[in-house]
């Protein structure tokens, strides 16, 4: 069955500008979750998506939003990027339940 | 708030070696999570314990839950070069997963 899908895989964008990530889950995984993956902080939470309600919010500002849609895809926007906000952004899936979660192969953001 | 404490963080180790990957975590929770991460690569569950004295094994790579202590171990036998990667477990709180800062294992041939 197909994975997880990010897109896209690679971005460069300029302080300022902002820029919306998609995961696309595997078919019946109606939770995704989005990580931040830094070399200094690791793995943070951003938040967490099922069924088009956020039902969980990890402590990042404003600026980091996200939604659900219908089919579960779910997509995030940063605005106004900063040169910390270049890592790695990894979404996960999951059925629901006590179930594990898959990982897409992640966006890797540069801020320049 | 719930926290995740791996040790150690970084390891190095022979090939043909034992070593044991320790996870403790803050509060009461009823999963826990290992994956596996190469670099510059995203994270590949390796198992999901759900039960207290659950145990899991894949290979030269073993898992276990005691939730009473809050602790999870991964236990590698007989190292091979191949299981060089970083390790995260992980809990859930609320379905907010909560990662331990990752071990990062370096096999020596």
């Known amino acids: 069955k197909a994975g997880v899908t990010q897109t896209p895989r690679y971005l460069i964008k300029t302080r300022g500008q902002q820029v919306t990530l998609s995961c696309s889950p595997i078919s019946g995984h109606r939770s995704v979750s989005w990580y931040q993956q830094t070399p200094g902080q690791g793995l943070q939470f951003l938040f967490e998506?099922?069924?088009?309600?956020?039902?969980n919010k990890g402590n990042f500002p404003g600026r980091f939003s996200g939604r659900q849609f219908s089919n579960s895809r779910s997509e995030m926007n940063v605005s106004t990027l900063e040169l910390g906000d270049s890592a790695l952004y990894l979404c996960?899936?999951?059925?629901?339940?006590?179930?594990?979660?898959?990982f897409g192969s992640g966006t890797r953001l540069t801020v320049v | 708030e719930l926290k995740v404490e791996q040790n150690p963080l970084f390891l190095s180790m022979q090939e043909g070696k034992n070593y044991t990957i320790y996870c403790n975590y803050s509060t009461t929770s009823d999963r826990l999570y290992w994956y596996r991460q190469d670099p510059g690569k995203s994270l590949e569950s390796l198992f999901v314990l759900l039960s207290n004295g659950a145990v899991k094994q894949e290979g030269r790579l073993m898992a276990s839950l005691d939730t009473k202590a809050r602790l999870s171990t991964l236990h590698i036998t007989a190292a091979v070069h191949d299981l060089s990667a970083t390790y995260f477990c992980a809990t859930t709180l609320d379905d907010k997963i909560i990662f331990g800062k990752g071990t990062r294992l370096h096999i020596l041939p």
């Open positions: 998506y099922f069924s088009e309600t956020q039902r």
């Open positions: 996960a899936t999951s059925p629901g339940g006590r179930r594990g979660y898959t």
